[in-house]
Antibody, heavy 112, light 107 residues
Framework: EVQVVESGGDLVQPGGSLRLSCAAS????????MFWVRQAPGQGLEWLAS????????FYVDSVKGRFTISKDNANISLYLQMNSLRAEDTAVYYC?????WGQGTQVTVSS | EIVLTQSPGTLSLSPGERATLSCRAS???????LAWHQQKPGQAPRLVIS???NRATGIPDRFSGSGSGTDFTLTISRLQPEDFAVYYC?????????FGQGTRLEI
């Protein structure tokens, strides 16, 4: 069974940084693209970033480009999202997705 | 960027009825890389359909997906109480993925 588990969500001040992690199991991790999606309170789903199978190529939505960095560690079967220069509008539940299977999400709140 | 437009925004039906949800893309979706995800209140989304028509593991056969190119449909043949949720279409055919705005399926 495919399992994806996020961690690292927290309350952070505007301008601060946070690193989200995602542990995956139950599928051939190195053979899949992975991506992050977020959902602001009461809103729909927003794709944020994707990384290819071997981690060599990354793609971002314009609103996070230059602030967020996605990375994939195949040796440790982990995915990361480094988030810098956080803004209030980044407040959301962040989901890791692999093999089109979703984690349970981790809450990020940006507030002073 | 491919923009996905879902219709209707809200669909009000009763258990036992048939639901038809639409997803239209602003440009062709290659290889039918179109998925449908279900989200219930307070829960993470769950994959229902991938590749436009392939049911995910554990999804009952009352769910079916169809379509190609720019027009896709999710059909639920006989609604059960547990099917009432928000459904999102999602394209993963380009490097920049995108989601539709969702269709709320309510009783």
């Amino acid at each position: 069974e495919v399992q994806v588990v996020e961690s690292g969500g927290d309350l952070v001040q505007p301008g601060g940084s946070l690193r989200l992690s995602c542990a995956a199991s139950g599928f051939t991790y190195s053979g899949y693209w992975m991506f992050w999606v977020r959902q602001a309170p009461g809103q729909g789903l927003e794709w944020l970033a994707s990384v290819n199978e071997d981690g060599s190529a990354q793609f971002y939505v314009d609103s996070v480009k230059g602030r967020f960095t996605i990375s994939k560690d195949n040796a440790n079967i982990s995915l990361y999202l480094q988030m810098n220069s956080l803004r209030a509008e980044d407040t959301a539940v962040y989901y890791c997705v692999g093999g089109l299977s979703w984690g349970q999400g981790t809450q990020v709140t940006v507030s002073s | 960027e491919i923009v996905l437009t879902q219709s209707p925004g809200t669909l009000s039906l009763s258990p036992g009825e048939r639901a038809t949800l639409s997803c239209r893309a602003s440009q062709n979706i290659d290889r039918n890389f179109l998925a449908w995800h279900q989200q219930k209140p307070g829960q993470a989304p769950r994959l229902v359909i991938s590749g436009a028509s392939n049911r995910a593991t554990g999804i009952p056969d009352r769910f079916s997906g169809s379509g190609s190119g720019t027009d896709f449909t999710l059909t639920i043949s006989r609604l059960q109480p547990e099917d009432f949720a928000v459904y999102y279409c999602h394209q993963y055919s380009t490097y920049h993925y995108s989601f539709g705005q969702g269709t709320r399926l309510e009783i």
